[in-house]
């Protein structure tokens, strides 16, 4: 059950703070039909070994299975379209009530919903690029080459092997992430929506911020340092505070 005095304590947060952003992980997407990897029982890593299936080790190593199999997860997210707690972001940012939103996610659904300043700290789903001459291309050429039978995805300008822009097991953090960490020292309130906050280095995140509001079906490391918390689904809780705070 969502408490009033909650609400009105989370909407007095984001009026009263300096620079807020929001912190998403895979909880905001699981209400617009994307399984989330790490919930027991449903995730896909019940299913499969992450490190089989979206590595570098794989990619660089047996590129053809990674073809095979870990694309498709990416590609099964293409047609999800974002839900109530994506869109209230964007509304809430293009309001000015926050500054950005740092995401774990690769699923592209901050960007349909129309969040403008978006840093994509895993990667995303819409570009991909030569490992060879660097050339980037749409997340389409990719689904082309692959929908046409080619095994593994080359480069039309080089030859070389293209790969999706996503940060996988084994990667190194691309620069979203250290312009996240820059917004992070900025922010003095940090709304964390559908994210464990066990992943590393994200995890970390919210020990640079002064205050948090953690919107999260499980319970999470920081809920005891969070000034408040709602275990319930984020689209429900982003309506109750967008709408009180339009009546506020």
């Known amino acids: 059950m ?13 009026k009263d703070s300096t620079y807020a952003l929001a912190l998403t992980g895979a909880g905001i997407s699981t ?34 299975k990674f073809y095979r199999e870990g694309f498709k997860i990416l590609r099964g997210m293409e047609n999800a379209q974002p839900n109530d707690a994506h869109r209230i972001l964007a509304e809430l940012e ?3 009530y926050i500054n950005g939103v740092i995401t774990q996610n690769i699923d592209n659904l901050h960007h349909r919903a129309g969040s ?15 490992m060879r001459c660097k050339s980037k291309y749409e997340f389409k050429e990719l689904e082309r080459q692959v929908d046409a039978g080619i095994k593994v995805p080359k480069c039309p300008k080089c030859g070389g092997m293209l790969r999706p822009d996503v940060v996988m097991f084994g990667d190194m953090m691309p620069q979203d992430f250290e312009l996240a960490l820059k917004e992070a020292q900025k922010s003095d309130l940090l709304i964390v929506i559908g994210s ?27 809920d005891k340092s969070a000034d408040v ?5 984020a689209g429900k809780v982003m309506k ?5 705070m339009e009546n506020t």
């Open 116 to 130: 403008k300043k978006v840093y994509e700290v895993h990667g995303n789903t819409r570009t991909c690029h030569c």
């Open 229 to 233: 918390v709602f275990h319930d689904k």
């Open 31 to 64: 209400e617009s039909g994307i399984p989330d990897f790490r919930s027991p029982g449903v995730g896909l890593w019940g299913k499969m070994d992450p490190m089989e299936a979206l590595s570098t080790d794989v990619l660089l190593n047996n590129p053809e």
């Open 94 to 96: 293009d309001k000015g």
């Open 240 to 244: 109750e505070i967008r709408d009180t």
């Open 2 to 14: 969502i408490l009033v005095d909650d609400i009105e304590k989370a909407c007095k947060l984001i």
């Open 196 to 222: 464990s906050l066990e992943v590393a280095p994200v995890c970390y995140i919210p020990d640079m911020v002064p205050h948090l509001i953690i919107i999260n079906l499980m319970k999470t490391p920081y």
